[in-house]
């Protein structure tokens, strides 16, 4: 059982959370902690297409039903994005125009989210964007924001827990000018990293427990839904894109011989100049991108780390790298990798107090309108936690961490983000850049991402709205009406 927890003072959560690690344990292959690290890592197929005649970069995905054997011999249902876990990782520049056919075959309504994505609220793939079952969902829109890691999964009201961590979700990887001086051959020294906690029964199934305060947590750790994985590493750094698709565990992340590496970006884009880090911490939904370097020959192991948060995963194996007897050399690290100013904090203040599972004492509700912000405003958002530990994702956002509880935040968490771990009890402000595509009647949404909480309602939604309209705005949403393209 990986569940540690450390803050005593909180002892209601801390005696759900000995609960559920008492029935939590059925693994017939409980790894324990360690791995023997006998599969090689699954990379996702990348979808890098030429843009067409009329400059358009076209994608298709398939939302459908699979079967996977995370255990040898042993499949267990899951779904999948054009294949049965997980799906590809999409590619694309700044200033491409994307155009995506998201087809649902799962049987049952759903969306697709792009997590990280810039584009107008229409195209956002949250909880008003249903695709029905059989119908085909024709997002597009250009992208016009810094080189980042972002991600895609669904998000259906109330049920984006069970959809991302049956397999639905994946990477998509915007380029720019600024990122070329790093590694950036895919699935070479290039490589996602998709970790995700799950129960897997001993037949081989996911065990789909969404009980308890913080929902699922599971026992073994996949990367890109590999069991046990390890992976051949043929450069002398590799940049892997770290990305935390779990629905609840906080990872820490370092290396087993505890060798320093670098953070070079953030979830949404780089930072100044590489950050030299041993660990870090990575909550549902962020993204880091690192730099490890290697000698030939060697194998370390990615392990994650027990750290004082109430849902850290604890101390177990996640990868190991095994670098080849001849390295090809890779270029060396960049001092600065970008000079695009950090979102700065503007004037206007907004407070979200975190209860259990609300923000500001109200759950989500989809026909309200929670706040109205003007196009391009740039505001300080405070995060209030009177609860236990939770996150926080604002769509169309980028943000900058200004202090926990005062303090600032360890540099490697200061670069552009649009997620952000709230410790329990903790006050989280950060100056936020929000977008320019006005949608009085469509809204966006901000929320925990620990998707038990998100699905428990700790979400709410805002429009942005052209300057000096925010009063005339209606406060209520439509619910239906968008996105049931065929
Ligand atoms: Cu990653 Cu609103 O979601
Ligand atoms: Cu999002
Ligand atoms: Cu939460």
Redesign the pocket.
């Known amino acids: 059982m990986i569940v540690t927890m450390r803050r005593r003072s909180f002892l209601t959560v801390t005696g759900l959370l000995a609960a559920a690690a008492l029935t939590g344990c059925g693994g017939a292959e409980g790894n324990a902690g360690t791995l023997a690290f006998r599969n090689p890592l699954r990379v996702p197929p990348l979808l890098d297409p030429a843009p067409g005649p009329d400059g358009v970069r076209r994608f298709a995905l398939e939302l459908r039903r699979g079967r996977t054997e995370f255990l040898p011999g042993k499949p267990a249902a899951t779904w999948g994005v054009n294949g049965d876990y997980l799906g590809p990782t999409l590619r694309a520049r700044r200033g491409d125009r994307v155009a995506v056919a998201v087809t649902n075959t799962l049987g049952e309504p759903t969306t697709l989210?792009w997590?990280g994505m810039r584009l107008p609220a229409k195209m956002d793939g949250?909880p008003h964007q249903t695709i029905q079952p059989g119908a085909t969902w024709r997002p597009e829109w250009t992208v016009e924001q810094p080189a980042a890691t972002t991600w895609y999964?669904p998000?259906p009201h109330g049920l984006t827990a069970r959809h991302v961590y049956r397999g639905l979700a994946g990477m998509f990887l915007l380029d720019d000018d600024h990122d070329t001086a790093l590694p950036r051959t895919y699935g070479v020294d290039d490589v996602p990293l998709i970790i995700q906690d799950k129960k897997i029964a001993a037949d081989g199934s996911l065990d789909e427990d969404f009980g308890g305060t913080f929902g699922m947590l599971g026992d073994q750790v996949l990367v890109n839904g590999t069991y046990d994985p390890h992976l051949r590493v043929t450069t002398t750094r590799v940049r892997f894109r770290v990305l935390n698709a779990s629905n609840a565990h906080v990872f820490h992340l370092g290396f087993a011989d505890d060798r320093a590496y670098h953070v070079v970006a953030t979830d949404a884009g780089l930072v100044d100049r590489p950050v030299p880090v041993r660990r870090i911490r990575v909550s549902p939904?962020e993204r880091f991108e690192i730099v490890v370097g290697f000698r030939p020959g060697e194998r370390v192991v990615l392990k994650g780390f027990g750290g004082d948060d109430e849902i850290d995963s604890g101390d177990y194996d996640i990868l190991e790298l095994r670098a080849a007897t001849r390295l090809t050399p890779s270029a060396g690290l960049p001092g600065t990798l970008t000079d695009l100013a950090p979102p700065a904090a503007g004037g206007r203040v907004r407070t979200f107090r975190l209860g259990g599972s609300n923000v500001n004492h109200q759950n989500m509700d989809m026909t309200r309108v929670d706040e109205v912000v003007p196009a391009g405003a740039h505001e300080v958002w405070e995060l209030d936690n009177v609860t236990f530990d939770h996150n926080f994702?604002i769509?169309e956002a980028r943000f900058r961490v200004l202090d926990v509880d005062g303090r600032p935040p360890e540099e490697y968490q200061r670069g552009p983000k649009d997620t952000v771990f709230v410790p329990g009890h903790a006050l989280v402000r950060v100056a936020v850049e929000f977008g320019r595509y006005v949608d009085p009647a469509t809204p966006y949404?901000y929320?925990c991402?620990i998707l038990r909480h998100e699905d428990n309602g700790m979400m709410g939604q805002y429009v942005i709205v052209e300057p000096g309209t925010e009063d005339s705005v209606p406060r209520s949403a439509p619910t239906t009406g968008h996105g049931h393209g065929h």
């Open positions: 989210h997590h949250g999964h998000h939904g994702h769509h949404m929320h991402h």
